[in-house]
């Protein structure tokens, strides 16, 4: 690839490793094809526990964890101006061309599209949720992403009804709207080498024990399945974490069910794929979801899956592979029954080359390389083009977002009197030759190596 196509991101948010999650993944995974692609790729996230400075991952990716401590839900505190000073002496160091932002939830990645577009940073934002419009929370959250994408590049969502959501959430032109879906690294996520008896059932429940996660339609379809099917037909595996194990707990011993729900708690990310293939079935209860990357990585490893029919679930996988169901209890026990009766015409290893083909990170790569390149075709605005694009968002609400802008601006045109760009020392780049991402390989594993100050 010439040196003139190469990209040189910046991916920010909140959530990345070692916190494990859909949004972690996505960011580590994109961030190791496009190395591979030969782009320059830097992260830049909080502090987490005592990991924060530099570190070098596998591949040779560069993660800034700056000093700033979460606060709520991995969340840094909003400062709006506190974090201009540290993320332009980043951008300015690696010579960055593009930012990229994961997650509507992440305070980090709001300021830093915020800040990059002040410096006249070409910025892409990605999508990774659902969110409603009626509760006061959701309200909130869509006008602070209203006030982000009113001045991004691009954005890309992970499904087509994601898609919809974001363009009514944040009134962004449909066309500056990309789906590129999510994938799953198959080579970590195999099937076991022979195919399971079938004497006993097992049901696989992987996902944190929250609300929005459906751990309380949970509650109550596990004993009915149980009762269903008595004499130990069928068993329940539970990993995860979260405020409703307790009910859950609860449940087990109000239905004697000890024996045939096994708790696990938390399962390290490493440990996903050995849980998943002691199972048959994988089931999933959301009532909410953009994009499962749990379903694929229980495909990838030959379980039939069972899910609730939200958001983004139905684009997920072909109908053979998967079992919908309205988030109600007697219609997710009526597919567990059905998915039960189908489990003998499943092949795990048939289901696995299946996902090898439909799903992989290097396609997903390429396909964010288009998003990057039409980004940075957009035309330059100086700060009066902008700021009309803040002033629709609401009578009240335009003004105020518009004096939010100017005051970085002038924040901006402070800091570079105070350090000049040229008294910024530029990072040099590094590369490992041929690297490889080796989390792509069977045994790969995330590694992270501190840089000596």
Not at 391 to 400: D, R, T, V, Y
Not at 413 to 438: G, V
Request: hydrophobic letters at 40%.
């Amino acid at each position: 690839m010439g040196d003139q196509k190469r990209h040189k991101i910046l991916m920010v948010s909140d959530f990345f490793y070692p916190n494990f999650g859909g949004v972690e993944n996505h960011i580590y995974y994109l961030s190791q094809c496009l190395l591979k692609l030969s782009h320059k790729v830097v992260v830049l996230t909080h502090a987490y526990g005592n990991r924060s400075g530099v570190r070098y991952m596998t591949g040779g990716l560069k993660v800034y964890y700056i000093p700033w401590k979460p606060f709520l839900m991995q969340n840094t505190l909003p400062t709006f101006y506190g974090t201009l000073p540290i993320m332009r002496t980043i951008l300015i160091r690696e010579k960055i061309t593009l930012v990229h932002g994961h997650q509507a939830f992440s305070t980090l990645c709001h300021e830093a599209l915020m800040h990059a577009r002040t410096m006249g940073y070409k910025v892409v934002f990605t999508d990774h949720s659902l969110y409603g419009f009626a509760d006061v929370g959701s309200i909130h959250m869509n006008k602070v992403l209203q006030f982000t994408l009113a001045d991004v590049s691009q954005a890309i969502c992970v499904s087509h009804t994601s898609k919809e959501n974001t363009i009514l959430r944040s009134g962004l032109p449909p066309e500056k709207v990309f789906v590129i879906p999510n994938a799953v690294g198959t080579a970590m996520f195999r099937p076991a080498p022979e195919k399971l008896s079938q004497d006993e059932i097992v049901i696989v429940v992987i996902s944190r024990l929250v609300y929005r996660k459906g751990a309380d339609l949970l509650v109550e379809v596990i004993p009915e399945v149980c009762r269903l099917f008595p004499n130990d037909l069928v068993r329940f595996i539970v990993g995860g974490d979260g405020p409703k194990r307790v009910r859950l707990e609860e449940m087990r011993e109000k239905n004697s069910l000890q024996d045939r729900v096994e708790m696990l708690g938390a399962v390290p990310h490493a440990r996903v794929q050995s849980v998943l293939i002691s199972g048959h079935i994988f089931l999933t209860d959301s009532l909410t979801e953009a994009f499962c990357i749990a379903i694929l990585e229980a495909a990838s490893c030959g379980l039939l899956t069972v899910s609730t029919r939200v958001g983004g679930v139905p684009e997920v996988l072909p109908d053979d592979m998967i079992v919908l169901a309205e988030p109600d209890p007697s219609d997710m026990v009526r597919a567990i029954t059905k998915a039960i009766s189908i489990l003998p015409k499943i092949d795990p290893q048939v289901m696995h080359l299946r996902m090898k083909k439909l799903y992989s990170w290097h396609d997903v790569a390429k396909r964010t390389e288009i998003v990057y390149d039409h980004a940075l075709g957009c035309p330059n605005q100086n700060l009066i083009d902008r700021l009309s694009r803040y002033l629709p968002c609401g009578s009240w609400a335009g003004k105020l977002f518009c004096l939010v802008m100017i005051i970085d601006f002038l924040f901006c045109r402070l800091l570079q009197l105070w350090q000049p760009t040229e008294d910024i020392e530029e990072a040099p780049d590094f590369s490992l030759p041929n690297s490889q991402c080796s989390e792509f390989k069977e045994g790969g594993s995330l590694r992270s190596r501190r840089v000596s100050s």
